[in-house]
């Protein structure tokens, strides 16, 4: 069955051509123009990733990515971010609000096809065997795809989860921001590596008694950052 995609803008000639080139890649697409409608339809249809502009009427991306993320039914929905506000404070906060990626306008629809597929494919993740990771009181399980910290399982977005799988795979190892999209996200975000240090703030907030003064994910200065071996 053709993994289903939400494309939510305003704009009804960017959602066409948006609408056009996914389908052509072999994907369902669903259409909202509003922010309630796109609700109603995340809420009805749960699929499979969406694309949010983020200045609709009514409710904005921000808003929509909120209650998406707030609510553990559809909390683990991968959302891309569409919209003509370049500005880095915009791409900060809803990527701290949970979006995984970020596309600015004008773009090329084949762009947008292919972070989906990238995203997508990150969710789906690839055949693997029982695999369980423990750094301290922080444990992933590769197979259920869930993270437990003291026991208590935690929500993280699909990036959120490959960065930290990364971290935790090599523990001590220093990596770039760049190496974290790349190795950890499986493209790269042109320009964008500023971005990591949201994800990591997102990141820290869940895992760290105290994000003020992480344990788990250390800054290294200079570099980027590291999973800690001895937590």
């Known amino acids: 069955m053709a993994q289903r995609i939400l494309v939510t803008d305003d ?7 948006v609408r056009s080139y996914l389908e052509q890649a072999g994907y369902q697409v ?3 123009a509003d922010g309630s409608t796109a609700l109603r339809i995340i809420r009805t249809e749960r699929p499979d990733l969406i694309i949010l502009d983020l200045m609709l009427p009514d409710r904005d991306g921000w808003d929509i990515t909120r209650v998406v993320r707030g609510d553990e039914n559809l909390a683990r929905i991968p959302i891309i971010m569409l919209t003509a506000r ?3 404070t915009d791409r900060i906060v809803g990527l701290e609000l949970g979006a995984d990626d970020y596309i600015t306008k004008p773009f090329n629809p084949r762009e ?9 494919r990150r969710v789906a993740g690839g055949p693997t065997p029982p695999h369980v990771i423990q750094i301290g009181s922080l ?6 795809h ?4 003291d026991g208590q399982p935690l929500e993280v977005t699909p990036t959120e989860f490959d960065l930290l799988r990364l971290l935790m795979e090599n523990p001590g190892h220093a990596f770039t921001r760049l190496e974290l999209i790349e190795k950890g996200l499986g493209y790269a975000y042109e320009g964008m590596e500023r971005t990591v240090d949201s994800h990591i703030k997102n990141l820290r907030k ?3 008694p105290d994000p003020a003064r992480p344990t788990y994910i250390q800054t ?12």
């Open 11 to 17: 704009d009804h000639q960017i959602v066409r051509l």
């Open 30 to 32: 669903l259409t909202a």
């Open 86 to 88: 370049v500005e880095d």
């Open 112 to 120: 947008v096809v292919a972070r989906v597929r990238a995203v997508l």
């Open 139 to 144: 444990r992933m399980d590769l197979d259920s």
């Open 146 to 149: 869930t993270v437990m910290l």
């Open 206 to 208: 869940k895992i760290e």
């Open 220 to 231: 290294v200065y200079g570099v980027g950052y590291r999973m800690s071996g001895d937590v």
